[in-house]
């Protein structure tokens, strides 16, 4: 039986932050989009509510089953999302469109990566709020 991991509380409740760029997508007809920002967010809320402690990689991970499930899951739906990302912002070439959406990507890739593990639910939260509003970027610009 899974556990509710009450740890990650703040990573559970800051996968919220994906409702604006899912409201955004559909607002603008985006629906493939869309269909893969709610992906992500469900795979990352199942992930983050049963989630073993501790940092999970996909390539290192050390739950159950079902844990490892959800993990691979978030990885596949965030990786497929990030490369729609890109496709969005270079549509129109390599100007302020693309630039701006990288830009803030580099510190939230940073906080990604951090293995600071008493850290982490604060930092994995700050990379949901980027994250998030990189989606909202690469649909409106």
């Known amino acids: 039986m899974l556990e509710i991991n009450k740890k990650e509380n703040l ?11 899912l409201y955004i997508s559909i607002e603008k007809e985006m629906y493939l989009f869309g269909i893969f920002v709610a ?3 469900i795979s990352s809320m199942l992930f983050h509510t049963y989630k073993p402690n501790g940092i999970q990689w996909w390539w ?4 159950t089953g079902l844990q490892t499930f959800f ?3 978030d990885t596949l739906f965030a990786s497929t ?18 630039w701006i959406p990288i830009l803030l990507y580099i510190p939230a890739s940073i906080i990604l990566f951090n293995n600071n593990e008493k850290q982490y639910v ?3 939260s700050l990379w949901h709020l980027l994250t998030s509003i990189i989606l909202v970027l690469a649909i409106i610009l």
Request: hydrophobic content about 50%; glycine content about 10%.
């Open 122 to 124: 604060h930092y994995h």
């Open 81 to 98: 999302l990030g490369l729609m990302v890109i496709n969005e912002i270079t549509k129109d070439g390599f100007g302020i469109n693309f």
């Open 11 to 21: 990573s559970i409740l800051s996968n919220f932050f994906f409702i604006v760029p």
């Open 39 to 41: 992906l992500s967010f």
């Open 60 to 63: 290192k991970p050390t739950g």
């Open 71 to 73: 993990l691979y899951l």
